[in-house]
């Protein structure tokens, strides 16, 4: 059975206005991956993830990209204690 992991992530660049939220849904959903993200008020993106270990790495590495209007200049990781607290992956307002 795959690991299960939590991320808790967060996106700086031009990330909010950039349809980065729902495109992290989008890839989220169909990897399989629960949790949520929100837009933070300093401009970041914020994001928690859970799931097993390679999907939530691959929405990781997704997030590094972005969507096509997304100027992503760093993802910072921290890595919690798996809860499976989540039964989706929505956005936060």
Known sequence: MARLVRAHIYVSGLVQGVFFRASMQEVARSLGVT???RNLPDGRVEAVLEGEEDKVLEVIE??????PLA????VRVEWE????EFRDFYIRR
């Open 35 to 37: 949790g949520w993200v």
């Open 62 to 67: 997704w997030a590094r990209r972005g969507p």
């Open 71 to 74: 100027r992503v200049e760093e």
């Open 81 to 84: 204690e798996y809860r499976g």
